[in-house]
Nanobody, 123 residues
Framework: QVQSVDPEGGSVQAGGSLRLSCVFT???????LSWFRQAPGKEREGVAS???????NYADSVKGRFTISQDKGENTLHLQMNSLKPDDTAMYYC??????????????????WGQGTQVTVSS
């Protein structure tokens, strides 16, 4: 079963940057990998995904600010977050599925989940 070593989160001021890195315990270069987030009182939402051919998709709310990338040799997934806003405050989760990335990032499309890490952006 694919498991992940969860990234360290952090706290930053608005306008700052953070980089999350999620290490998977198995070979996931042929998987669709993604990041989700869940703010208090809200549903978990997809943030970004990267497919096995490198195709990336982003939620409109993070386009131009967040970048998803993968280090296949290290089984590592990254999320570079720039120009952070207080609305980005949430628990962030990495997720994986052995299938192609879905057209829409929905929780039910992903089989394997990390435990999550907290990101807090203060104004």
């Amino acid at each position: 079963q694919v498991q992940s070593v969860d990234p360290e989160g952090g706290s930053v001021q608005a306008g700052g940057s953070l980089r999350l890195s999620c290490v998977f315990t198995e070979y996931v270069s042929s998987y669709c990998l993604s990041w989700f987030r869940q703010a208090p009182g809200k549903e978990r939402e997809g943030v970004a995904s990267i497919d096995l051919d490198g195709t990336r998709n982003y939620a409109d709310s993070v386009k131009g600010r967040f970048t998803i990338s993968q280090d296949k040799g290290e089984n590592t997934l990254h999320l570079q977050m720039n120009s952070l806003k207080p609305d980005d405050t949430a628990m962030y989760y990495c997720a994986a599925t052995p299938y192609l990335c879905p057209d829409q990032l929905v929780v039910t499309a992903f089989n394997y989940w990390g435990q999550g890490t907290q990101v807090t952006v203060s104004s």
